[in-house]
């Protein structure tokens, strides 16, 4: 658990939390990022990829916030109500202990209750007295628009151009042009709600008193324990393997079943770095890889609501001419994803630039199709057959892959200095081929099964002959090249290639030597192949993790082991991962990041299963 000492309510720290001091609560819509200081310092209101409210995480001066917290010098821990996503920050005083209890309700189809986006921070003192202090500080459009404050019967209302929000509150407010704030005192037993509410014409302002509170509370409790108790995990790193599917569940956004591979923007992969992208959007690549974790543990919903999501957005077109799919959509499956830099805000930590939306949607990236029709495929055998229709659209995905696998592309990193043949994008254009072949097999689908299987082999045949190196002994980046690259980690998990094959013996021990430090995995080397950006970066946690299957898969059960559990002790205090590790252990990048949290599971299913 994490501790932060308080004075007068402001943390004895930087003006920004760091990254991993944050928890995560939602409402399948939308998230938002508690500091372990009370502080709420991202909020995006009503859904992911809509302009923050609270984006102080951002810059500290014109993001927002909504500051609770004890006014008296604290120590703070935080932790999640078990097998929830409510998260609970206590606050321990010389006089007293509280807690906030910060939650989002979610009804059981996830559509919000009639369509009411409502945020709720119960305070609750459960010994001796404690004094708190609360500042209610939106900055709408990113702090980009000017809102009004106004008292209506009781509720404050917060005013901007494009979105209104209701706050109430059970202790009294007093406020300015621009914010709110309350000082209370609880004694032991005593409770304060504050209720923060999206309205507009068809919702109305509603109160939130204490019974309200009590009853959302336990109703979404309720709802998160119901979600959780369909896992088939009884393994050995259950508490992990359950935090990881509910912040994967917590980045799905449950009107279209899309899955976001983050729920911020700009969080720094490297601190004053350039290295800073808006991950508020459904990568298929990632949504894929997370629809096989969540299938692992039983979690067949989410993975046919993706399914539906693919079908209704995502229909490849017809023309042999045109790229079938984008690497990624909007949460709503729209495809215009414009990315511009807002100037306005100095970034977390001064780390400019700040950006929303993301110009790498145009790339091509062609390890893409690996990850979907894999994913079809395991969906089609652990959860229910695909319908015709959506084999007719995998048919048109195989045979535009069987015309363009051998094209040069931007890769699985997204790198913006040039396309290359990567061999990872030739490894997942043989699964999206072969997968294809298994389930024309299993189904007795009809298939152009010749033209495929051909295409199938003279991948693998490319792969083996320009994809080794033998003056490295070892597979590279990319062909006839000698640069390592840790996405081939991927080759015996996609059963490209047998675990205990000495060639790939060979990559796994160079690898080890040059890209592994402590278990900690590092992509590539950038100053070996240039990717268009200036800067470092940290471990790939991804990678990491992919490292500890692919030692599983090779038999080295003991290194496996060590390598998760260290793995492990570079989580945050709730369990959680951002996109990258930095030299000294701090998290970096977006937070969390679902491509971490499906990877984690992913490697906790299989070595559970190697050691029996």
């Known amino acids: 658990m994490a501790e932060t000492m308080i004075f007068e309510g402001m943390p004895i720290s930087p003006r920004y939390l760091p990254i991993a001091e944050h928890g995560l609560i939602g409402d399948l819509r939308s998230v938002a990022l508690v500091g372990t200081n009370g502080t709420i310092d991202w909020y995006c209101c009503p859904s992911f990829d809509c302009p923050s409210v609270f984006g102080a995480i951002l810059d500290a001066e014109r993001g927002g916030s909504f500051e609770l917290a004890a006014s008296v010098p604290a120590r703070t821990k935080q932790f999640y109500f078990p097998d929830t996503n409510v998260l609970i920050t206590r606050f321990f005083t010389e006089e007293g202990v509280g807690e906030v209890q910060d939650f989002m309700p979610v009804t059981g189809d996830g559509s919000g209750e009639a369509g009411r986006h409502r945020l709720i921070r119960r305070v609750v003192c459960v010994r001796g007295t404690v004094p708190f202090r609360a500042l209610v500080a939106p900055r709408f459009d990113y702090g980009a628009a000017s809102h009004t404050v106004r008292d209506l019967d009781g509720v404050v209302l917060f005013e901007s151009p494009d979105l209104s929000l209701a706050l109430t509150s059970t202790v009294a407010v007093q406020g300015d042009e621009r914010d709110v704030w309350a000082d209370f005192k609880l004694s032991e037993g005593e409770t304060a709600v504050f209720a923060l509410d999206q309205v507009g014409e068809a919702i109305a302002p509603r109160g939130c008193a204490h019974a309200e509170a009590e009853y959302q509370f336990n109703a979404t409790v309720a709802y998160w324990r119901r979600w959780l108790h369909q896992s088939c995990y009884r393994g050995r790193w259950r508490e992990m393997v359950h935090r990881s599917a509910l912040t994967l569940k917590?980045?799905?956004?449950?009107?279209?079943?899309?899955?976001?591979?983050?729920?911020?923007?700009?969080?720094?992969?490297?601190?004053?770095?350039?290295?800073?992208?808006?991950?508020r959007y459904v990568w298929v690549r990632d949504a894929a890889f997370a629809v096989y974790a969540l299938l692992r543990l039983g979690f067949s919903g989410e993975a046919e609501a993706f399914m539906r999501f693919l079908t209704t957005h995502i229909t490849p077109c017809d023309s042999s001419t045109c790229v079938p799919l984008q690497i990624m959509y909007g949460i709503d499956g729209r495809i215009d994803l414009p990315e511009r830099i807002l100037t306005h805000l100095e970034g977390h930590q001064g780390s400019a630039p700040v950006r929303v939306g993301n110009a790498a949607a145009d790339q091509l990236q062609l390890d893409i199709y690996g990850a979907l029709i894999d994913s079809v495929y395991l969906y089609d055998k652990w959860a229910q057959p695909i319908s015709s229709g959506q084999w007719d659209?995998?048919?048109r995905l195989v045979d535009w892959v069987c015309e363009h696998w051998d094209q040069p592309d931007e890769g699985v990193w997204e790198t913006r200095g040039g396309r290359k043949n990567f061999l990872y994008s030739r490894l997942m254009c043989w699964v999206a081929v072969e997968r294809a072949i298994r389930l024309a097999n299993r189904r007795g689908l009809p298939a152009e099964l010749p033209r495929?299987?051909?295409?199938r082999d003279a991948i693998y045949r490319r792969i083996m002959d320009r994809g080794w190196s033998r003056s490295r002994c070892a597979f590279v980046q990319y062909e006839d090249g000698d640069v390592l690259d840790a996405s081939l980690l991927m080759m015996p998990l996609a059963k490209f290639i047998a675990p205990t094959d000495?060639?790939?013996?060979?990559?796994l021990d160079a690898l080890t030597e040059e890209l592994v430090?402590?278990?900690?995995?590092?992509r590539y080397d950038p100053l070996a192949s240039p990717d268009g950006l200036r800067g470092d970066e940290g471990t790939f946690s991804i990678c990491s993790f992919w490292y500890v299957e692919a030692l599983v898969r090779a038999g080295r059960l003991d290194e496996a082991r060590l390598a998760f559990e260290k793995m492990l002790t570079y989580a945050n205090h709730l369990?959680?991962?951002?996109?990258?590790?930095?030299?000294?252990?701090?998290?970096?990048?977006?937070?969390?990041q679902a491509f971490t949290h499906l990877a984690l599971i992913s490697a906790a299913f299989n070595l559970d299963r190697a050691l029996g």
Do not use: H, M
Request: net charge negative.
């Open 452 to 455: 495929w299987r051909q295409t």
């Open 502 to 507: 000495p060639k790939w013996l060979s990559t």
């Open 250 to 279: 917590l980045l799905t956004y449950a009107p279209t079943g899309a899955i976001v591979a983050a729920p911020t923007t700009s969080l720094p992969e490297q601190p004053g770095g350039e290295r800073n992208w808006d991950y």
């Open 517 to 522: 430090s402590d278990s900690l995995v590092y």
């Open 393 to 395: 659209d995998v048919c």
């Open 575 to 592: 369990g959680l991962y951002a996109e990258e590790i930095g030299r000294t252990g701090e998290q970096q990048g977006n937070f969390p």
